[in-house]
């Protein structure tokens, strides 16, 4: 059993672990609450597949820093500030789904 990671499955079809508290546990939480692939969540972050599994392996911002960790990450990965803050609230709330 991994203690500290989980086990999820990219677009390409490989199972891998995230780090526990990482943008990928977050994206895996919000692709199943809204039932959607990763494809289209990365769509709605504005990143190809491949920048999206790379952002997952980023540490989630937390609680005290949160603006600050989207801005960074933002900036870093060409993202929406407040489409990437949408999702992780959402990984956490359980807010409904984005219009289509």
Do not use: K, N
């Not at 991994?2 to 939480?29: I, K, N």
């Not at 039932?35 to 392996?57: K, M, N, W, Y």
């Not at 900036?75 to 500030?81: A, C, E, I």
């Amino acid at each position: 059993m991994l203690d500290d990671r989980q086990s999820v499955t990219h677009t390409c079809g490989v199972a891998a672990a995230y780090p526990r508290h990482s943008l990928g546990q977050a994206f895996e939480r919000v692709l199943e609450r809204w039932d959607i692939p990763e494809q289209r969540l990365a769509t709605f972050l504005g990143v190809p597949p491949v920048a999206l599994s790379a952002l997952a392996l980023c540490p989630a911002p937390d609680c005290a820093g949160f603006t600050a960790r989207i801005d960074t990450l933002a900036r870093t990965f060409g993202v929406s500030r407040w489409r990437l803050a949408f999702v992780c609230r959402a990984a956490v709330l359980e807010p409904s789904r984005p219009l289509d």
